[in-house]
């Protein structure tokens, strides 16, 4: 929470944050053809093969790009996307929430605050703890089953973390090594 806080108390740290969200998330995203089809596209000799290729490639990423955004019907990829990197370069932490339907698929992805969310012991998964309520959550792509035993198809996250070699579970945000500053301007501030 304190780590959280600093983005809304710190100006510098806020800005730092906002402007490395905005250069990386915030110009949106896009589908990039890998190096090994495009090798077989030119060095195919029938151009028309080649032709019926690239509109196949560039149907999916639209169907692709379509799937995407319909996973989540309040908040665009890209705005949830914001969200996680903000968190991530708040407080070194963010996760991706991901939902399936009842086939298995991914139906839902979706953003939740780093704040509320802890990993187990174990590492079979999270919780989130909101007030004195507590949702199990598994790692993402995983089968086992719910140790707290109230959802039998828990949803799935997939954890961003900034790494530090002193933490194995969580990570660490950078303003982490200007903190002395931060306490200065906080104190000035106070004064």
Do not use: C
């Amino acid at each position: 929470y304190e780590l959280a806080s600093y983005y809304d108390t710190s100006f510098a740290n806020h800005a730092a944050i906002d402007a490395k969200v905005e250069n990386i998330v915030g110009l949106g995203y896009d589908f990039e053809v890998s190096a090994r089809t495009m090798l077989k596209l030119e060095s195919s000799s029938d151009n028309d093969a080649v032709g019926r290729a690239r509109k196949r490639i560039e149907r999916a990423k639209i169907e692709v790009r379509d799937w995407l955004e319909s996973l989540n019907t309040e908040d665009s990829f890209t705005s949830t996307m914001e969200k996680i990197f903000t968190d991530l370069q708040s407080t070194g932490n963010a996760y991706l929430e991901v939902g399936r339907t009842t086939k298995g698929e991914i139906g839902y992805v979706g953003h939740i605050p780093s704040t509320t969310i802890r990993i187990r012991r174990l590492r079979d998964g999270f919780v989130q703890v909101i007030g004195n309520k507590v949702i199990y959550f598994r790692n993402f792509a995983a089968t086992n089953p719910n140790p707290l035993g109230t959802d039998p198809r828990p949803n799935e996250i997939i954890h961003f973390k900034s790494y530090s070699p002193l933490n194995t579970f969580y990570g660490v945000p950078d303003i982490l090594a200007a903190i002395n500053s931060l306490y200065g301007d906080s104190l000035a501030s106070q004064y």
